[in-house]
């Protein structure tokens, strides 16, 4: 699943190579997935995207906007699996669910193999779309401040009993982060996943927004996470330090043996020394 590192990537790497191209045709998808959600038929998509022409790329979360000038935005978001550019020459992918080729013969897919969404907004209104509409600052954003993450803290604290990977990967209070990313986090701070936020001192608050912007930002410089793959194929150079691989072996900090548990419905990886 991409999470913001990997989108702002591949968002980059899209404004390498398809600013000024003009859109020649569009589909969304040859194989039907019924976790793949559309708000476009297929002959609207493709009736409406033609003769536009491709502006820069930005990401919100776990969405990539990319202007089709003029009029259009498309979204593809929540995304668990890959977007690629294909130079010309280059085939599609056999299935996908997204595709655009333009009139240099070059062309962008998007396949998946969890869920995702494509949607196709007139510009202005892509902020209405489910899950983008009032979505909270990003790690990313100039807002996500100290002082925010205070604000945020107490706020899910109001909301009810809430633990360190509540706040991380639930609810999206955190936009664009994900259990992949959070593993690193918690360990970076030395929080334990079911550490209550009621129970964090100044100075460990101090260390979790650290670790959240800081193991955002390794990540995106080092092209993503070693699990995914970018907008040409490579995978990234971000290996995680807590992940299925790490289960058994000694912690990187300690030499403890990293151990597996089951929380909030996901698999969390954790030193059961150095995350109490």
């Given amino acids: ?27 969304l998808g040859n194989s039907p997935h019924k976790f793949v959600w559309y708000d476009r038929t297929p002959e609207e998509f493709a009736g409406l ?37 294909h130079p010309s020459g280059e085939a599609l992918p056999a299935k996908r669910h997204l595709d655009l080729t333009f009139t240099t013969g070059a062309a962008l897919s998007a396949t998946t193999q969890m ?24 790690p990313l954003d100039e807002a996500f401040d100290r002082r925010y993450f205070g604000e945020l803290v107490v706020e899910a604290q109001q909301a009810g009993k ?11 209070l955190i936009p664009g982060l994900g259990n992949a990313i959070a593993q690193d986090i918690m360990f970076r701070a030395r929080l334990h996943p079911r550490r209550s936020l009621a129970d964090l001192r100044e ?18 410089a080092a092209g993503g996470r070693s699990d995914e793959r970018d907008l040409f194929g490579r995978s990234g150079g971000y290996a995680r330090l807590m992940d299925a691989k790490a289960a058994g072996r000694p912690c990187p900090r300690c030499g403890t043996p990293v151990v597996k548990i089951s929380y909030l419905g996901g698999a969390c990886y954790l030193c059961p020394d150095c995350q109490q």
């Fill in 1 to 27: 699943m991409f999470e913001v590192p990997e989108l702002t990537v591949i968002a980059g790497q899209m404004n390498g190579v398809l600013p000024g191209l003009t859109v020649a045709g569009g589909g």
């Fill in 49 to 85: 995207v033609v003769g536009r022409e491709v502006g820069l790329a930005r990401v919100e979360g776990k969405w990539l906007f990319l202007p089709l000038e003029p009029g259009y935005v498309l979204l593809i978001g929540e995304w668990g699996g890959r977007i690629r550019y």
């Fill in 115 to 138: 869920w995702g969404g494509v949607h196709l907004c007139e510009a202005g209104q892509e902020h209405e779309v489910k899950y983008v509409k009032d979505m909270r600052p990003t």
């Fill in 162 to 172: 809430r633990s360190v990977k509540g706040l991380l990967t639930q609810d999206q």
């Fill in 203 to 220: 100075g460990q608050l101090d260390g979790l927004f650290a670790a959240i912007t800081g193991t955002v930002r390794d990540v995106i």
